[in-house]
């Protein structure tokens, strides 16, 4: 494991602790947490175990920014809100030359690139998880090198490296879209371990989603 990956986990440790401490979390956070690790763990490749843990802590973080959401909302004047919706709308029809090129490079379906932006980042190219995945469909710097992506920040780079990855996720489980969308939040390894969807709650909600959106 590189350094970077055990002060990744260090820091998975010390949110995890933050978010068990609210006492309606402290099951579903602490389960979370196991699970996850343990299979993380287990991954085939170190390029594979820096994306997963990337997934892993983004999700703790989320989980534990979810806590404070409410007093976060109550600070923005409705003016606000809007000018927010307003620009997120924008952003969606700005990427879809991007996603068209991917799709035809890649022969992937357009729809289901956007919805793994949708929920990877909300179609923010500034997105930024604090275990370092960032952009547009969230990649780890070391899974966006081995994609040949320069700077994870450029919507076009992002759009085209998680697309080059996820056909290969679905080249890799025979075209399975549940598959692919499991390797591409957990990593192979998990889903070779487990023959499928690995029993984490994390991924299992993220495949539901995912594949809800793509296929509504």
Do not use: C, H, W
């Not at 390894?189 to 709650?201: H, L, R, W």
Request: charged residues 15%; glycine residues 6%; without cysteine.
């Amino acid at each position: 494991m590189k350094i970077q990956d055990f002060r990744t986990l260090m820091d998975l440790q010390a949110i995890q602790q933050f978010s068990t401490g609210n006492i309606t979390n402290t099951t579903s956070s602490r389960s979370m947490f196991q699970e996850m690790l343990t299979g993380i763990m287990s991954s085939d490749t170190l390029e594979n175990t820096s994306q997963s843990l990337g997934s892993l802590l983004s999700t703790v973080e989320t989980e534990a920014q979810s806590m404070l959401q409410p007093n976060a909302l109550t600070s923005l004047n409705p003016s606000t809100a809007a000018v927010t919706t307003k620009q997120t709308s924008e952003t969606v029809t700005n990427f879809d030359d991007m996603i068209s090129e991917a799709a035809t490079l890649y022969n992937l379906p357009e729809k289901l690139i956007k919805s793994v932006i949708k929920q990877e980042s909300n179609f923010n190219p500034s997105a930024k998880s604090y275990a370092g995945a960032a952009g547009l469909m969230q990649l780890m710097p070391a899974t966006a090198r081995s994609l040949g992506v320069d700077d994870v920040t450029d919507p076009k780079q992002n759009i085209m490296g998680g697309s080059k990855y996820l056909s290969q996720m679905l080249s890799r489980y025979n075209g399975d879209v549940e598959m692919a969308l499991a390797a591409y939040n957990a990593g192979p390894g998990n889903v070779d371990k487990y023959n499928g969807i690995p029993p984490f709650s994390e991924t299992q909600n993220y495949v539901q989603k995912v594949f809800k959106n793509y296929m509504g």
